[in-house]
């Protein structure tokens, strides 16, 4: 009896060293060398996955910084100049410090502003509705309200507003990462400037119809009339295929433009409410600050 | 101007729909279920309402209250499971094992890995075997029928049991045609043989299911019966006795073609059929337990992924 | 019973041929025609006419551009009122030709008479520079250049000229009225074509459900006389009259994976095309012209019609000449149940390959919410290509480009048949065509990188 059990201690220890060793002698051999500042410069990434800076995820990112030259090509949206900063650390690089973006969605077609011509009935996709037709308004340069951007969005920055049929970004969630510009069919969300204390103005109509259709289709279209390129000190403003642009980089954020605009497509947002004086311009601006 | 609907093609569709599917099932079991009430009375009544009303209500609390999408909810496939639980059960089942079957059935085989269509196993069997690995005592407790016309029937073990203590010899002078229409002993979807192969036919004719897989099973069993027969007819059973007692008529035709749990394609399904009735055989013939067409079921189930991989369908002009 | 019919899958949707003893009436011009010059598969032709200009109906109004690409003739005689964007039937913006109809003044050397001319010109090149001067294309649904296809590739040999006349889409009869009434014309279409094609032979596939249409093709080809010329009744199961799976049944090969149909031997033509031919060739008129059914499951029998209509009517004006949309009707759809375009902008005007304004009820249409997948395998026993609709849809949720190749995604004709049968209402055509499209993106995308590497490799030998 005692021996029976001698026996299998010795058989079972002396399975489990000889599996130790081979399980040793392979890990030495097929050992992979690897810079180890990757894992420290992953150790600092945010860690979301998102593909956001152009790679895989955030090891993929890592590999990459540690063996470019320097940071130009290589910046985490997502952990913005602080995380970027950690990394220039590690790597002993410089970096160029990035103005943080927001996305912005650029349609202001609610259902109010932009009515149903037709009743679309198939999978709840803005992919396979876009790849059928022009949409169920006359507008087929709009929001097609299917949230393909919600779903792709990882951080929970965006959702779709029920009573206007238009996705909302929250700012305070929302990393730029970019991934809901690459999911919209119509390339309606854009990432722009987050600007001083979140100001900023834009275009928020992408419909390159010419004034007339476009004004028919949705009150709140950009009809290309370029009032505002005209009133614009800064030459921020273009107006291309009868849809007006503002270039961000250029925007000094003085809102002539905005006052200008005679359909209310150009939306000025986080702007301190000022006094009565200059009111009638602002009315939308709450709850289209997407 | 109206507004009609826009939609991609096609722009209509088959009349089937799962609930519709699942209705057709549920037909298909009523010969088997009439015949066992019959036999059996109220008693039979009382497990199968218990076992169904208890899947369809476990399947909507959860999906409800756990899932929280109540429109993964399909009552129908619900009672389908029920049903087919309190066809594989005594009827003399106290209605607390019935429950905590259905429990098991439902809340541990189906829902545990997603509900409707993401299940592994056949939920009805894990019921089933879970209780009769837990209350072996009521899973294999037969009494005399008390049935509704007090139809006589032979007391004591079911055929396989005897087969399995005392031999092949002890089913000596077994009239087959009786356990053709009315089997002796065993649970509700045991008794009729004919009712359930009434059920089948109706299911194939009206394209719920493809006959392979049953038909695969049928062969397979009364092939692999007939060798060791042959071999010797002291020691084991001939292929009419095992085709037609015991569960597997109930299993080849309801269980094993259940759509979740068994391969998509023909010859895929032709393999499965293979498998299950040859681990039924053996089960019988080899094993401890007198009846295996509910675990060879369950072992086969776990190998579906892997055939799934293995058959794929013929493809148009590729060699 | 017919048994001749393709292997694989298919499914047996209620074939709804209300329409089928409304014989063809012409409809009455309107006051302006809307003339789109994308109306065939390619490049859209490029308009060769001015604002202000006088055409007369047969003139031709915009050029093709490029080698898959085609004429298109003006359907009417008036003024060009302004050439630029209007919206289609998806609601996107094409550019059109307006004519203001005046009179009806046909150019010189059409011949308008109904006379049956039975000879065959002997003349290839003519022939073929004809159908592609009178704009000919395709009628059966993928409007392809007809004179493209019947001028196939050096090397390869047509051996079989298949007439498509199964009409499988459900409640569509134009196909079944132009082969009751005009029967004599197509058969004389299909053998000017089998005379281009070098003298192979001809077989119209029939569905058996219009046993009328398969005796008077019949009878015609027996009357006629042309050589090697029959007609083949094939079984009633949907899709019949996909090009592939109408070869498969009638000549018993398979087309290769991303091979054509000449690959195999065969050429298969519409009889609307035809008849198209026959126009052109015989009669010097080209392609304005064609056939369509109003007809639906809520429409009643005196507003159901089979009307010969001229490009550029709009679909609006057409369904007011049938007597307005019905009251039930949920879904306007320009085509077959099956694979017909739900119509968005119904303003939006016929084209060369228009077939239908067919009009569902709600009960009949409306998708039912999506379901579970119960991994019954339906619809890949439906799928007339062999694949499996569940993996692709799963697969391409997965975004598994490569395994979506693997399993063929590209293979998929869009017949719907995986949607049609799926228990659980699962769009699995919806995702499928989103994956054939990165299927094929990825093949293209491979094949130009290829071709690169190549280039790049044998100027670096130079």
């Known amino acids: 009896m005692t021996s029976t059990i001698i026996w299998t201690i010795a058989i079972l220890a002396g399975l489990g060293l000889l599996l130790s060793l081979v399980l040793f002698f392979i890990a030495k051999k097929f050992k992979v060398e690897e810079d180890p500042r990757i894992d420290e410069v992953e150790a600092v990434m945010p860690g979301a996955n998102c593909g956001g800076c152009g790679f895989a995820g955030c090891r993929a990112f890592a590999d990459a910084a540690v063996k470019a030259p320097n940071l130009d090509n290589n910046y985490c949206p997502v952990g913005g100049n602080e995380v970027m900063k950690k990394v220039a650390a590690i790597l002993g690089y410089e970096i160029k410090e990035k103005a943080p973006m927001v996305a912005v969605v650029r349609c202001n077609g609610t259902c109010e502003n932009r009515p149903k011509t037709n009743i679309y009935g198939g999978s709840s996709s803005c992919k396979v509705k876009a790849s059928l037709y022009a949409g169920d308004t006359a507008c087929p340069y709009g929001c097609l309200g299917c949230g393909d951007c919600v779903n792709a969005c990882q951080f929970g920055a965006l959702s779709l507003d029920e009573t206007t049929g238009l996705p909302v970004v929250d700012e305070t969630k929302c990393t730029a990462c970019g991934a809901c510009v690459k999911a919209c069919p119509k390339s309606i969300i854009e990432l722009r400037n987050k600007g001083p204390r979140g100001m900023r103005v834009y275009v928020s109509c992408v419909n390159k119809d010419k004034g007339v259709v476009a004004r028919k289709a949705c009150s709140a279209a950009c009809i290309g009339c370029g009032k505002c390129a005209k009133v614009c000190a800064s030459e921020a403003i273009t107006v291309e295929n009868n849809v007006a642009y503002i270039d961000f980089t250029k925007c000094r954020l003085c809102k002539k433009c905005v006052a200008e605009c005679p359909t209310g497509a150009i939306h000025d947002v986080n702007f301190p409410v000022l006094k009565p004086k200059a009111a009638p311009v602002e009315e939308k601006k709450e709850e289209n600050n997407g | 101007m109206e507004k009609y609907i826009v939609s991609p093609s096609p722009h209509i569709h088959a009349k089937q729909s799962t609930s519709s599917l699942m209705g057709d099932v549920v037909l298909a079991l009523l010969p088997a279920i009439a015949v066992s009430v019959v036999f059996y009375g109220w008693k039979e009544l009382l497990v199968l309402a218990v076992s169904a009303i208890s899947c369809v209500v476990i399947e909507w609390a959860i999906t409800k209250w756990l899932f929280k999408k109540p429109g993964y909810f399909c009552g129908s496939s619900a009672l389908v499971t029920g049903l087919l639980l309190a066809m594989n059960l005594p009827y003399t089942t106290p209605w607390w094992v019935v429950f905590i079957g259905a429990l098991v059935a439902i809340g541990v085989a189906k829902m545990t890995f997603g509900g409707l269509g993401q299940n592994v196993f056949n939920p009805a069997l894990v019921g089933r075997v879970f209780l009769l690995v837990s209350f072996p005592a009521y899973m294999t407790h037969w009494e005399i029928p008390q049935g509704l016309f007090g139809v006589d029937a032979i007391t004591g073990p079911t055929l396989l049991g005897r087969v399995a203590e005392n031999g092949a010899a002890s089913i000596e002078g077994l009239n087959y045609w009786d356990t053709l229409f009315l089997n002796m002993g065993g649970s509700a979807g045991e008794i009729s043989a004919l009712a359930l192969l009434a059920g089948f036919v109706y299911l194939v004719c009206r394209r719920v299911i493809k006959p392979w897989i049953t038909l695969s099973i049928f062969a397979t069993v009364a092939i692999i019966a007939a060798i060791f027969h042959c071999i010797d007819p002291a020691q084991f059973t001939g292929p009419a006795f095992n085709l037609l007692t015991g569960g597997l008529i109930l299993g080849a035709c309801f269980m094993a073609t259940d759509y979740v749990t068994s391969p998509m394609s023909t010859w895929g399904g032709v393999i499965y059929g293979f498998g299950i009735g040859f681990l039924v055989m053996m089960i019988r013939y080899f094993g401890s337990y007198p009846e295996g067409v509910s675990f060879a079921i369950l072992i086969m189930n776990a190998v579906v992924p892997l055939i799934n991989r293995a058959f794929h369908q013929k493809k148009f002009g590729r060699a | ?462």
Not at chain 3, 244 to 265: C, E, F, N, T, Y
Request: proline letters at 6%.
């Open chain 3, 1 to 462: 019973m017919a048994r001749t019919t393709f292997s694989l899958g298919g499914v047996h949707p209620n074939d709804a041929k209300y329409a089928k003893d409304h014989a063809i009436e012409v409809l009455p011009l309107p006051q302006t025609v809307y003339i789109s010059v994308a109306q065939h598969l390619g490049a859209p032709a490029v308009p060769c006419v001015a604002v202000g200009d006088t055409v007369k109906a047969g003139q031709v109004i915009a050029e093709p551009a490029g080698f898959i690409s085609a004429f298109v003739h003006s359907s009417v005689s008036g003024t060009v009122k302004s050439i630029g964007p209007r919206k289609d039937l998806a609601g996107n913006n094409v550019t059109h030709i307006e004519i203001a109809v005046e009179g009806d003044d046909w150019v010189d050397g059409v011949d308008l008479s109904d006379t049956l001319i039975t000879e065959i010109p002997a003349d290839r090149a003519a022939v073929l520079d004809k159908i592609k001067a009178c704009g000919v294309v395709g009628l059966g649904g993928a409007t392809f250049p007809t004179h493209v296809k019947l001028n196939p590739a050096p090397g390869s040999k047509a051996e079989c000229l298949i007439l498509n006349a199964a009409e499988c889409e459900p409640y569509l009869t134009c196909d079944y009225r132009i082969m009751i009434e005009r029967t004599d014309e197509i058969v004389v279409g299909a053998a000017i074509m089998q005379m281009v094609l070098g003298g192979c032979k001809t077989v119209f596939g029939v569905e058996e459900n219009k046993p009328e249409a398969i005796k008077a093709l019949k009878e015609s080809v027996a009357r006629l006389g042309y050589k090697d010329m029959s007609v083949l009744p094939l079984k009633k199961k949907y899709p019949q009259g996909g090009e592939k799976q109408l070869i498969d049944a009638v000549m018993k090969r398979q087309v290769k994976s991303g091979g054509l149909p000449i690959s195999v031997g065969a050429v298969v033509q519409n009889v609307a095309t035809s008849l198209a031919v026959y126009e052109a060739v015989q009669k010097n008129k080209p392609l304005v012209t064609n056939t369509m059914t109003v007809t639906g499951d809520c429409v009643p029998d005196e507003a159901m019609h089979n009307y010969m209509f001229r490009i550029g009517m709009p679909l609006s004006y057409i369904a007011e000449q049938a007597g307005g949309v019905p009251q039930d009707a949920a879904k306007i759809i320009s085509g077959g149940p099956m694979m017909g375009k739900a119509v968005a902008n119904f303003d939006a005007c016929t084209v060369k390959g228009s077939s239908s304004i067919l009009y569902l009820s709600e009960s009949a249409t409306k998708r039912h919410p999506e379901g579970a997948c119960i991994r019954c395998g339906k619809c890949a026993e439906a799928c007339p290509m062999g694949l499996e609709p569940f993996l692709l849809n799963r697969l391409y949720k997965a975004g598994d480009v490569p395994a979506l190749e693997q399993n063929a995604a590209q293979d998929c004709i869009e017949c719907g048949c995986c949607l049609y049968t799926c228990p659980a209402n699962i769009p699995l055509l919806d995702n499928i065509r989103l994956a054939k499209g990165q299927v094929m993106g990825a093949i293209k995308a491979r094949a130009a990188a290829a071709k690169a590497a190549a280039e790049a490799a044998s100027s670096e030998k130079k």
